[in-house]
C-alpha cells in the first residue's frame, strides 16, 4: 500500500473505533459472552508503572503474539494520589495511554481497580497518608476508609468512561475487578466484614460500567459479581454460583523474589499442564500473573523485602525479552485452545475415567468434538487406549486432541526454542574501561545524631506515622542522663534494641555503633551491643531503613514499620540486672535523609569531590557520567562491588539495590524435575550469589548522544570501582523437538550468524552440550540447519525424514531434532 493510503486508513480506522464498536459483555455458567459469543479467553497481568510508556507497545505486540486475548492491570493508588487530592499520571502511570495502547493493539483489558492491589507494591497500594488519617480504619465498614475508596474508584472510573475505553464504549476494558483475594482475610474482620464486601459490590455496581466486575477469591461474592480463583493450579475449582463462569485470574507464572532469597523458576512445561487442565475442566478464562513482571522503580516496592526486579520468570522477562522456551511453549497452547472455542465453551462435556491417574475429557457439538487426556500421575508415563487407538500420555501431561484423534500438543513435549540470554559490554572503543567517580559525604552536619529532629513524643512511633512514606529513612533520637551514682552505671552497659527495624544503625553519642538488618525472612530480630556512655547527658540516634512496607494478610496495614522497641539500657550490678527502659522518654524524629532533600540525584550541585573517592565508607554518595550503550537492547547497570541504597540514572530512580545481599542456601543439585505439584521452593537457583546484582535502566531514562549521570546513595559502604553498563540480548538459541513438529529458530531481530550443533536421530544433552546420540540420519543435519538458516533473523524446519533422510534409529525410537544456533 502506498503510504498515504496507510495513513488514510489509520486515520480512519481511529476515528471511527470509539463508537463504532460498542460491545456487550455478559457471562453465563460457561463463559464470558461477547457480543453474543461464548468466548475462551487468555490473559495475562501487565502492570504498567513496572515498565516504562515507551516500552508498552512492544510488550503488548508481544502478548497478542503469544496468544493472549487480554491485559490485565491492577491500578495502583499510592503512586496516583501520593498526596490526598493531588494526582499523577504521568509518564509510566499514565493509565489512559496504556489502555489505549492495549486497544491499539486490539487486545481486551481487565482493570482491577482494587484500589487494594497486594501485588508485591509498596502497602499494597494503599497511600500511607490513608493510614493516618483520624479514624480510619482498612478493608473494612468504616466510612472514612469507605468515603476514600469510593472517591478513588470513582475517579478512575470516570477517566476510563470519559475516554470510551470500557468495551460497552467501544473500549477494550471488558471486566473490572473491585477489592481483592478478601475472602482470604474476611473471617478476622468478623461481621463488619461481611457488610464491608457488600457495600463493595454496591458501590461498584453503582459505576454503571456497563461490563461485568469480579472478585478474586471472594467465595460468598455478593451477586451479580462474578468470584475467580487465583493460584498455582484452579483445576479443581468452582464458582460460587452455576451462572457464573470458571474463571482464573491469577495464575502465578512463577514467583517473586525478596532480598536474601532465591530465584524462583517455574518450568513451561508445568506452567502448560496447569492452564490445559483449568481449560481441559471446564475453565474458559485464565489470567498469567505475571505475563511480564518487570521492574519495582522508586520505592514501589513492597515486602517488606520484595527485591527491586519483579522479573517473575514471566513469560517476557524483566526487560520485555522472550523468557524461551516458556513464552513459545505457551503461545502453541494457546493457538490450540482458540482452534477449540466453540466447542469448549459450549460443548457437552464427558468424561472417561481410565484408571492409572489417567483421564479424559471429551467437548462435543453438533460440528464435532475435541479430547483432552491428561495423566496426574508425578513420575509414571502410561499407554492408554482411547476410542480404539494407543495413545502415550507421559506422566504430569495434558494432550490435546482437537478432534479426538491426532495429538496437536502435549504439555511435557516443548518443541519451543529454548534463549540463552547474554549480557555485553556494547560500549564504543573510546570509552574509557571505568567509570569516573565524584562522591560527597550525604552530610557533613553532625548536628543530626545529636538530637535535632522535627517533632517529638514520648513513645516509639510507627515509622509510617512519623515519615508518612516520604523517605525509607527516618531517624529515631532520644537522650538519657546518667550520674555517677545511677545503679546502671558502669563498663559493663548494652544498648538493646527489641523489634527493631528492618534495618538498623545505631550511633551513640554521635559515634556509629553497629548495624543490624532483618534476614532471610526473620523480621524481629534484637540488637545489643556493648555502649559506653558519658556522665551527664547522652545522645542515642537510631537511623531506621525501611525496605517496602507490608502489603498482604489480614490487618497488614497496621504491621508497625521502623523501630518498634522497647529500646533498652541494660547494665548488671552487684550481679543484678538493671534494665532502663527508653521507650517511653522523649523521641524527637527527623525524615531521612539530607542528600534526597537537596535532590542530589538530578541537581548539578557542586559540592561534589573529584578527588579520590573513599570505598566502604556508609552514608557516601557517588557521581559517575557514562554514554549509553550502543544499539537498542535494554540496558541494565552492573552493582556488584556496592552494599545497599538507592540509584538514579539521569535523576529517574531505577530502585533500591542491595547486591550485598547474598541469596540464601537451599538449591538442589538434582537437575530440575517439572512433574508434580509446583511451589515456589521447588526448582530455585542462584544460592550464595548476591540477591540481586543487575540494575534495569530503561533506555527511555537513557540520551543515546551525549553524556548521562549515574548517582548512587550508599548506605552500608561498598566500592563502585567495577561498576558497569551492559546490554542484554540472545546469545544463543536451541530446539529438541520430537518429529512431526515444525520448528521455529529465532535471534529475535536479529540474524542467526551460526549453526553449532545439528542432530536428526536421537541426540543427547540439553542446550550447550548437545552431543550426536547412537543413531543419525543420513544427510548432514548441520549443512542442511545451516543452509536454512544462516544469515535469517528467523527459520522454520520441518523435523522429518523428508527433512534430513532416513536414519538408522529403528521404529521404536521416537527421532529427535537438535539445534544450537548463535546469534
Ligand atoms: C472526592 O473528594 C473531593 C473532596 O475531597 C470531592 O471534591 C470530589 O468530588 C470527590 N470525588 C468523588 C468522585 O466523589
Ligand atoms: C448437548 O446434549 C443435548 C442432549 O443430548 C443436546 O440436546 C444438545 O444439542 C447438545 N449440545 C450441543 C452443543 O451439542
Ligand atoms: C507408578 O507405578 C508404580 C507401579 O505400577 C506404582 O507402584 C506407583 O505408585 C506409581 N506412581 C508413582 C508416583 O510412582
Ligand atoms: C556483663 O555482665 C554479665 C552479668 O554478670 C555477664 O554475664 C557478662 O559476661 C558481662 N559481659 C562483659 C563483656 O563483661
Ligand atoms: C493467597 C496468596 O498467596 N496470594 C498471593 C497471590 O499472588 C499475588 C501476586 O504474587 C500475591 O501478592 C498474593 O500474596
Given at each position: 500500500?502506498?503510504?498515504?493510503?496507510?495513513?488514510?486508513?489509520?486515520?480512519?480506522?481511529?476515528?471511527l473505533?470509539?463508537?463504532?464498536?460498542?460491545?456487550?459483555?455478559?457471562?453465563?455458567?460457561?463463559?464470558?459472552i461477547?457480543?453474543?459469543?461464548?468466548?475462551?479467553?487468555?490473559?495475562g497481568?501487565?502492570?504498567?508503572?513496572?515498565?516504562?510508556?515507551?516500552?508498552?507497545?512492544?510488550?503488548?505486540?508481544?502478548?497478542?503474539?503469544?496468544?493472549?486475548?487480554?491485559?490485565?492491570?491492577?491500578?495502583?493508588w499510592?503512586?496516583?494520589?501520593?498526596?490526598?487530592?493531588?494526582?499523577?499520571?504521568?509518564?509510566?502511570?499514565?493509565?489512559?495511554?496504556f489502555?489505549?495502547?492495549?486497544?491499539?493493539?486490539?487486545?481486551?483489558?481487565?482493570?482491577?481497580?482494587?484500589?487494594?492491589?497486594?501485588?508485591?507494591?509498596?502497602?499494597?497500594?494503599?497511600?500511607?497518608?490513608?493510614?493516618?488519617?483520624p479514624?480510619?480504619?482498612?478493608r473494612?465498614?468504616?466510612?472514612?476508609?469507605?468515603n476514600?475508596?469510593?472517591?478513588f474508584?470513582?475517579?478512575?472510573?470516570?477517566m476510563?468512561?470519559?475516554?470510551?475505553?470500557?468495551?460497552?464504549?467501544?473500549?477494550?476494558?471488558?471486566?473490572?475487578?473491585?477489592?481483592?483475594?478478601?475472602?482470604?482475610?474476611?473471617?478476622?474482620?468478623?461481621?463488619?466484614g461481611?457488610?464491608?464486601?457488600e457495600?463493595?459490590?454496591?458501590?461498584?455496581?453503582?459505576?454503571?460500567?456497563?461490563v461485568?466486575?469480579?472478585?478474586?477469591?471472594?467465595s460468598?461474592?455478593?451477586?451479580?459479581?462474578?468470584?475467580?480463583?487465583?493460584?498455582?493450579?484452579?483445576?479443581?475449582?468452582?464458582?460460587?454460583?452455576?451462572?457464573?463462569?470458571?474463571?482464573?485470574?491469577?495464575?502465578?507464572?512463577?514467583?517473586?523474589?525478596?532480598?536474601?532469597?532465591?530465584?524462583?523458576?517455574?518450568?513451561a512445561?508445568?506452567?502448560?499442564?496447569?492452564?490445559?487442565?483449568?481449560?481441559?475442566?471446564?475453565?474458559?478464562?485464565?489470567?498469567?500473573?505475571?505475563?511480564?513482571?518487570?521492574?519495582?522503580?522508586?520505592?514501589?516496592?513492597?515486602?517488606?523485602?520484595?527485591?527491586?526486579?519483579?522479573?517473575?520468570?514471566?513469560?517476557?522477562?524483566?526487560?520485555?525479552?522472550?523468557?524461551?522456551?516458556?513464552?513459545?511453549?505457551?503461545k502453541?497452547?494457546?493457538?490450540?485452545?482458540?482452534?477449540m472455542?466453540?466447542?469448549?465453551?459450549?460443548?457437552?462435556?464427558?468424561?472417561?475415567?481410565?484408571?492409572n491417574?489417567?483421564?479424559?475429557?471429551?467437548?462435543?457439538?453438533?460440528?464435532?468434538?475435541?479430547?483432552?487426556?491428561?495423566?496426574?500421575?508425578?513420575?509414571?508415563?502410561?499407554?492408554?487406549?482411547?476410542?480404539?487407538?494407543d495413545?502415550?500420555?507421559?506422566?504430569?501431561?495434558?494432550?490435546?486432541?482437537?478432534?479426538?484423534?491426532?495429538?496437536?500438543?502435549?504439555?511435557?513435549?516443548?518443541?519451543?526454542q529454548?534463549?540463552?540470554?547474554?549480557?555485553?559490554?556494547?560500549?564504543?572503543?573510546?570509552?574509557?574501561?571505568?567509570?569516573?567517580?565524584?562522591?560527597?559525604?550525604e552530610?557533613?552536619?553532625?548536628?543530626?545524631?545529636?538530637?535535632?529532629?522535627?517533632v517529638?513524643?514520648?513513645?516509639?512511633?510507627?515509622?509510617?506515622?512519623?515519615?508518612?512514606?516520604l523517605?525509607?529513612?527516618?531517624?529515631y533520637?532520644?537522650?538519657?542522663?546518667?550520674?555517677?551514682?545511677?545503679?546502671?552505671?558502669?563498663?559493663?552497659?548494652?544498648?538493646?534494641?527489641?523489634?527493631?527495624?528492618?534495618?538498623?544503625?545505631v550511633?551513640?553519642?554521635?559515634?556509629?555503633?553497629g548495624?543490624?538488618?532483618?534476614?532471610?525472612?526473620?523480621?524481629?530480630?534484637v540488637?545489643?551491643?556493648?555502649?559506653?556512655?558519658?556522665?551527664?547527658?547522652?545522645?542515642?540516634?537510631?537511623?531506621s531503613a525501611?525496605?517496602?512496607f507490608?502489603?498482604y494478610?489480614?490487618?497488614?496495614?497496621?504491621?508497625?514499620?521502623?523501630?518498634?522497641?522497647?529500646?533498652?539500657?541494660?547494665?548488671?550490678?552487684?550481679?543484678?540486672?538493671?534494665?532502663?527502659?527508653?521507650?517511653?522518654?522523649?523521641?524527637?524524629?527527623?525524615?531521612?535523609?539530607?542528600?534526597?532533600?537537596?535532590?542530589?540525584?538530578?541537581?548539578?550541585?557542586?559540592?561534589?569531590?573529584?578527588?579520590?573517592?573513599?570505598?566502604?565508607?556508609?552514608?557516601?554518595?557517588?557521581k559517575?557520567?557514562?554514554?549509553?550503550?550502543l544499539?537498542?537492547?535494554?540496558v541494565?547497570?552492573?552493582?556488584?562491588?556496592?552494599?545497599?541504597?538507592?540509584?538514579?540514572?539521569?535523576?529517574?530512580?531505577?530502585?533500591?539495590?542491595?547486591?550485598?545481599?547474598?541469596?540464601?542456601?537451599?538449591?538442589?543439585?538434582?537437575?530440575?524435575?517439572?512433574?508434580?505439584?509446583y511451589?515456589?521452593?521447588?526448582?530455585?537457583?542462584?544460592?550464595?550469589?548476591?540477591?540481586?546484582?543487575?540494575?534495569?535502566?530503561?533506555?527511555?531514562?537513557?540520551?543515546?548522544e551525549?553524556?548521562?549521570?549515574?548517582?548512587?546513595f550508599?548506605?552500608?559502604?561498598?566500592?563502585?570501582s567495577s561498576?558497569?553498563?551492559?546490554?542484554?540480548?540472545?546469545?544463543?538459541?536451541?530446539?529438541?523437538?520430537?518429529?512431526?513438529?515444525?520448528?521455529e529458530?529465532?535471534?529475535?531481530g536479529?540474524?542467526?550468524?551460526?549453526?553449532?550443533f545439528?542432530?536428526?536421530?536421537?541426540?543427547?544433552?540439553t542446550?550447550?552440550?548437545?552431543?550426536?546420540?547412537?543413531?543419525?540420519?543420513?544427510?548432514?543435519?548441520?549443512?542442511?540447519?545451516?543452509?536454512?538458516?544462516?544469515?535469517?533473523?528467523?527459520?522454520?524446519?520441518?523435523?522429518?525424514?523428508?527433512?534430513?533422510?532416513?536414519?538408522?534409529?529403528?521404529?521404536d525410537?521416537?527421532?529427535?531434532l537438535?539445534?544450537?544456533?548463535?546469534?
Amino acid at each position: 500500500m502506498h503510504p498515504s493510503k496507510v495513513l488514510l486508513a489509520t486515520l480512519f480506522f481511529f476515528t471511527l473505533a470509539p463508537w463504532a464498536t460498542a460491545s456487550k459483555v455478559t457471562y453465563d455458567g460457561r463463559a464470558i459472552i461477547i457480543d453474543g459469543k461464548h468466548r475462551l479467553l487468555v490473559s495475562g497481568s501487565i502492570h504498567y508503572p513496572r515498565s516504562t510508556a515507551q516500552m508498552w507497545p512492544d510488550l503488548v505486540k508481544k502478548s497478542r503474539e503469544g496468544g493472549l486475548d487480554a491485559i490485565e492491570t491492577y491500578v495502583f493508588w499510592d503512586s496516583h494520589e501520593p498526596a490526598r487530592r493531588e494526582y499523577d499520571f504521568s509518564g509510566n502511570l499514565d493509565l489512559i495511554r496504556f489502555l489505549k495502547t492495549i486497544q491499539d493493539e486490539g487486545l481486551y483489558a481487565v482493570l482491577r481497580i482494587g484500589p487494594y492491589v497486594c501485588a508485591e507494591w509498596n502497602y499494597g497500594g494503599f497511600p500511607v497518608w490513608l493510614h493516618n488519617m483520624p479514624g480510619v480504619q482498612m478493608r473494612t465498614a468504616n466510612d472514612v476508609f469507605m468515603n476514600e475508596m469510593r472517591n478513588f474508584t470513582t475517579l478512575i472510573v470516570n477517566m476510563v468512561k470519559q475516554e470510551n475505553l470500557f468495551a460497552s464504549q467501544g473500549g477494550p476494558v471488558i471486566l473490572a475487578q473491585i477489592e481483592n483475594e478478601y475472602g482470604n482475610v474476611m473471617s478476622s474482620y468478623g461481621d463488619e466484614g461481611k457488610a464491608y464486601i457488600e457495600w463493595c459490590a454496591n458501590m461498584a455496581q453503582s459505576l454503571h460500567i456497563g461490563v461485568p466486575w469480579l472478585m478474586c477469591q471472594q467465595s460468598d461474592a455478593p451477586e451479580p459479581m462474578i468470584n475467580t480463583c487465583n493460584g498455582w493450579y484452579c483445576d479443581q475449582f468452582t464458582p460460587n454460583r452455576p451462572t457464573s463462569p470458571k474463571m482464573w485470574t491469577e495464575n502465578w507464572t512463577g514467583w517473586f523474589k525478596s532480598w536474601g532469597g532465591k530465584d524462583p523458576h517455574r518450568t513451561a512445561e508445568d506452567l502448560a499442564f496447569s492452564v490445559a487442565r483449568f481449560y481441559q475442566l471446564g475453565g474458559t478464562f485464565q489470567n498469567y500473573y505475571m505475563y511480564h513482571g518487570g521492574t519495582n522503580f522508586g520505592r514501589t516496592a513492597g515486602g517488606p523485602y520484595i527485591t527491586t526486579s519483579y522479573d517473575y520468570d514471566a513469560p517476557l522477562d524483566e526487560y520485555g525479552n522472550l523468557n524461551q522456551p516458556k513464552w513459545g511453549h505457551l503461545k502453541e497452547l494457546h493457538d490450540v485452545l482458540h482452534s477449540m472455542e466453540d466447542t469448549l465453551t459450549r460443548g457437552n462435556i464427558s468424561s472417561v475415567d481410565f484408571g492409572n491417574s489417567v483421564s479424559g475429557t471429551i467437548y462435543s457439538t453438533e460440528k464435532g468434538s475435541s479430547c483432552f487426556l491428561t495423566n496426574t500421575d508425578s513420575r509414571n508415563d502410561t499407554t492408554i487406549n482411547f476410542q480404539g487407538l494407543d495413545y502415550e500420555v507421559p506422566a504430569w501431561s495434558v494432550s490435546i486432541l482437537p478432534d479426538c484423534q491426532d495429538v496437536v500438543y502435549n504439555t511435557a513435549k516443548v518443541s519451543a526454542q529454548t534463549s540463552v540470554m547474554v549480557k555485553k559490554k556494547n560500549v564504543a572503543e573510546d570509552e574509557p574501561a571505568a567509570l569516573t567517580w565524584s562522591w560527597r559525604p550525604e552530610t557533613n552536619d553532625k548536628s543530626i545524631l545529636f538530637g535535632k529532629g522535627e517533632v517529638s513524643v514520648n513513645q516509639i512511633l510507627d515509622q509510617k506515622d512519623a515519615a508518612n512514606d516520604l523517605s525509607d529513612y527516618l531517624f529515631y533520637m532520644t537522650s538519657v542522663s546518667l550520674k555517677e551514682d545511677d545503679p546502671i552505671w558502669g563498663d559493663n552497659m548494652t544498648l538493646r534494641i527489641t523489634g527493631s527495624g528492618q534495618v538498623l544503625h545505631v550511633f551513640v553519642n554521635g559515634e556509629f555503633i553497629g548495624s543490624q538488618w532483618a534476614k532471610y525472612g526473620v523480621f524481629d530480630y534484637v540488637f545489643e551491643q556493648q555502649i559506653k556512655l558519658n556522665k551527664g547527658k547522652n545522645t542515642i540516634t537510631l537511623l531506621s531503613a525501611t525496605v517496602g512496607f507490608a502489603n498482604y494478610g489480614a490487618n497488614f496495614d497496621l504491621t508497625q514499620a521502623g523501630v518498634r522497641g522497647p529500646v533498652e539500657l541494660v547494665g548488671y550490678h552487684d550481679d543484678e540486672i538493671i534494665i532502663k527502659d527508653l521507650s517511653s522518654h522523649k523521641w524527637s524524629y527527623k525524615v531521612g535523609l539530607e542528600g534526597l532533600r537537596q535532590n542530589l540525584y538530578s541537581s548539578d550541585s557542586s559540592k561534589w569531590q573529584q578527588d579520590n573517592y573513599p570505598t566502604n565508607k556508609m552514608f557516601t554518595w557517588y557521581k559517575a557520567t557514562f554514554k549509553a550503550p550502543l544499539g537498542t537492547d535494554p540496558v541494565v547497570v552492573d552493582l556488584l562491588g556496592l552494599g545497599k541504597g538507592l540509584a538514579w540514572v539521569n535523576g529517574n530512580s531505577i530502585g533500591r539495590y542491595w547486591p550485598s545481599f547474598i541469596a540464601e542456601d537451599g538449591c538442589s543439585l538434582d537437575p530440575c524435575d517439572y512433574r508434580g505439584s509446583y511451589d515456589n521452593n521447588k526448582c530455585v537457583t542462584n544460592c550464595g550469589k548476591p540477591t540481586q546484582r543487575w540494575y534495569h535502566v530503561p533506555r527511555s531514562f537513557l540520551n543515546n548522544e551525549g553524556d548521562n549521570t549515574l548517582v548512587l546513595f550508599e548506605e552500608f559502604g561498598g566500592d563502585p570501582s567495577s561498576v558497569n553498563f551492559q546490554t542484554t540480548a540472545i546469545g544463543s538459541a536451541c530446539v529438541n523437538a520430537e518429529e512431526k513438529k515444525k520448528i521455529e529458530l529465532s535471534c529475535q531481530g536479529r540474524p542467526i550468524s551460526a549453526i553449532k550443533f545439528a542432530s536428526f536421530g536421537n541426540p543427547l544433552g540439553t542446550c550447550g552440550s548437545f552431543s550426536k546420540g547412537t543413531c543419525e540420519a543420513s544427510n548432514d543435519a548441520l549443512s542442511i540447519v545451516q543452509k536454512a538458516c544462516v544469515g535469517q533473523e528467523s527459520c522454520t524446519i520441518d523435523v522429518s525424514e523428508d527433512t534430513f533422510g532416513s536414519t538408522t534409529c529403528g521404529d521404536d525410537v521416537i527421532k529427535t531434532l537438535a539445534v544450537e544456533a548463535i546469534c
